[in-house]
């Protein structure tokens, strides 16, 4: 109480399977008004509605992942990094992007910090992985995310199966894109369709290097991106060193 934060509402896996602890239905859980506090932080009923605008797609998202996954076709749970970015997908296909903005641009203040797919519960994760799936959704068309349900696959071979790609190469390309958008030099196929990512996000945080002396050094989190501005007039020769499975895309973009 008085903490600010709250639980808006959630999907218990175990409630559709007949064990102990379960309700044995098709249940999703969320918050209620509070108008005087009792129980915790107030909220009255108009501010718990608009909560619940958006938390109800989110987790009606999780429960079909996980019938279509677990009980139709016998196998695991989607990815938590995977899961929540087709959660938040569902929330704007019911009209609720607000909140999405938000998330993504927590990610793209600091992006070098944040990985894809290692774990996808904190915010700037889950805004990272939201960008994702409607970049890969916008080149390979709608049907995507029911392929990526439809399915026993998760995660990154999920990502492979469903769009006829491997996951890298999307890393690669939707980093990219996420320069162009905001440099005005989107283009197909370094673009999105479904979102105004240059209107309506913030810019990627990049480390400006001068052309005289471009220098710099720094790690990667698995899945993660980096974006560097080579400042200048001159003419350079850019050497990469690197370790582990890394791509690099270079763009002239003045």
Not at 177 to 206: H, N
């Amino acid at each position: 109480p008085g903490s600010g934060g709250f639980v808006g509402g959630f999907f218990f896996s175990q409630d559709l399977h007949a064990i102990s602890n379960s309700n044995n239905r098709e249940i999703l859980y969320g918050m209620v008004p509070d108008p005087t506090g009792r129980w915790g932080n107030v909220f009255a009923k108009s501010a718990t509605l608009d909560v619940l605008d958006s938390v109800l797609p989110h987790e009606l998202q999780h429960l079909v992942s996980y019938n279509n996954h677990v009980l139709l076709r016998g196998g695991e749970p989607e990815e938590l990094w995977l899961n929540e970015a087709l959660s938040h997908v569902a929330e704007d296909l019911c009209g609720f992007t607000e909140q999405n903005v938000l998330r993504a641009n927590q990610f793209l203040q600091a992006p070098e910090l944040v990985s894809m797919t290692t774990a996808g519960n904190s915010l700037s994760e889950r805004g990272m992985s939201y960008l994702f799936a409607r970049y890969v959704a916008d080149q390979t068309g709608s049907d995507l995310f029911a392929d990526l349900t439809q399915t026993t696959s998760v995660g990154v071979a999920n990502i492979g199966n469903a769009s006829g790609r491997d996951f890298i190469d999307w890393m690669r390309d939707w980093a990219a894109t996420l320069v162009l958008e905001q440099e005005g030099q989107a283009v197909a196929p370094y673009e999105f369709d479904s979102i105004d990512f240059a209107g309506d996000f913030m810019a990627a945080s990049m480390t400006s290097l001068s052309l005289q002396s471009p220098t710099a050094s720094g790690t990667l989190p698995v899945s993660g991106v980096r974006f560097y501005r080579l400042v200048g007039t001159a003419e350079v020769r850019t050497d990469l060193e690197v370790s582990g499975d890394v791509r690099a895309i270079i763009m002239r973009i003045r």
